[in-house]
C-alpha cells in the first residue's frame, strides 16, 4: 500500500513565500527612500498604467476584472510568486549594468535561508528514493584577479525531479535539496545532487489563472539556484540552467542568460558531471 501525501497548492505556496519574504524583509532592510525619489517612481508607474488605459481604451469590465484579479492575488498569497517571476528580471538587469563577476539572476520565490551547513565535498539532503539523474556539480570560487576565496559559502536549493521544492510542497521533507556548502581553502567545492526538471509556476491560483486567461505558458527551464558568498566581496544571486533544456529560450520568468547555460558531461556510470566557477567582486 502507498502512502499518499497532499500535492502542493498555488494556495500553500504562495503562502509560504509570503512568509519567507516577510521573514526575510529584515535582513534586506527598509529602503530609505526619499520622498523626492519615492513621488517620482510612484507616479511614473501610475503614468505606466494610465498610458495603457488610453492606449488600448480599457473598458470598466477589464478594469474590474483586473482589481478583482489584484485582490484575489493578495488574498492567495501570491504577490512575491507575481513580483519574482514578471518583475524582478527587470530589477536584476539595472543591478547587473554596476557588477562585476559571474553574472547573476533573480532570486525568486523559493529561497529559505539558514539550510544545512556542509563540507567542500558534500551530498545535498535527499530522500534515499530521490528520484532524478545523479549530478556532481564542483567549481571554484575566486576574486576579480582569479586568487581563490577560501571558505567561500554556496547555498544552494533547487527543485526536485518532480519540479517541486522542498518548504512550498507539503510531501518534501523540510531542507531537502537545500543547503549551504563551504568551500575548501582554495575555494573549490563538490556538490552531489540530481537533475532538477523543468517546473511549472503554481497554476491553480491567481497568477496561473492570468497565464491561461492570456494564453502563455507557465514553465520554467529547468535550474539550479546558488548564492555564493565571501567576506568582503559582493554576494551573488544565480541560477545555472542546462544546455538545450525544454523552456531555455522561452523562460516564463526571462531569467536565462547564455553565460549561466551549463552543459554537464554524463559518464559511464549514469552521474552527468559539471564544473563552474565563479568570481566575486569586492563588496
Ligand atoms: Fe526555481
Redesign the pocket.
Known amino acids: 500500500m502507498t502512502t499518499t501525501h497532499p500535492l502542493p497548492t498555488a494556495a500553500g505556496s504562495g503562502a509560504n513565500a509570503s512568509e519567507a519574504f516577510r521573514a526575510s524583509a529584515g535582513r534586506v532592510g527598509a529602503a530609505g527612500t526619499d520622498t523626492e525619489r519615492v513621488s517620482l517612481l510612484v507616479s511614473s508607474t501610475l503614468e505606466a498604467v494610465h498610458a495603457v488605459i488610453r492606449e488600448h481604451e480599457v473598458t470598466y469590465p477589464e478594469f474590474q476584472a483586473a482589481k478583482a484579479w489584484l485582490m484575489a492575488l493578495g488574498e492567495g498569497g501570491e504577490w512575491p510568486l507575481f513580483l519574482d517571476v514578471f518583475v524582478e528580471h527587470e530589477v536584476e538587469q539595472v543591478a547587473e549594468k554596476a557588477q562585476r563577476g559571474t553574472a547573476g539572476t533573480i532570486q525568486?520565490?523559493?529561497y529559505l535561508p539558514d539550510q544545512v551547513r556542509l563540507p567542500a565535498v558534500a551530498t545535498l539532503p535527499m530522500r534515499t528514493d530521490e528520484k532524478g539523474d545523479r549530478l556532481v556539480f564542483s567549481g571554484q570560487v575566486t576574486d576579480l584577479d582569479g586568487a581563490p576565496l577560501a571558505g567561500a559559502e554556496v547555498d544552494f536549493?533547487?527543485?526536485d525531479a518532480d519540479g517541486y521544492?522542498s518548504g512550498f510542497a507539503p510531501h518534501l521533507p523540510d531542507g531537502n535539496l537545500r543547503g549551504v556548502i563551504t568551500a575548501d581553502d582554495e575555494g573549490r567545492f563538490a556538490i552531489t545532487t540530481i537533475l532538477?526538471a523543468p517546473?511549472q509556476i503554481p497554476t491553480d491560483g491567481p497568477t496561473g489563472a492570468m497565464i491561461a486567461a492570456a494564453g502563455w505558458h507557465p514553465w520554467?527551464p529547468a535550474?539550479l539556484?546558488l548564492m555564493v558568498r565571501a567576506d568582503g566581496h559582493r554576494q551573488i544571486t544565480t541560477?545555472l540552467y542546462f544546455s538545450g533544456g525544454e523552456w531555455l529560450e522561452s523562460d516564463v520568468?526571462r531569467a536565462t542568460k547564455d553565460e549561466l547555460v551549463l552543459s554537464p558531461e554524463k559518464r559511464d556510470d549514469g552521474t552527468h558531471r559539471v564544473a563552474y566557477d565563479f568570481v566575486l567582486e569586492p563588496a
Do not use: N
Request: cysteine-free; charged content about 5%.
Open positions: 525568486g520565490p523559493y536549493w533547487q527543485a521544492y532538477p517546473y520554467r535550474h539556484h541560477q520568468a
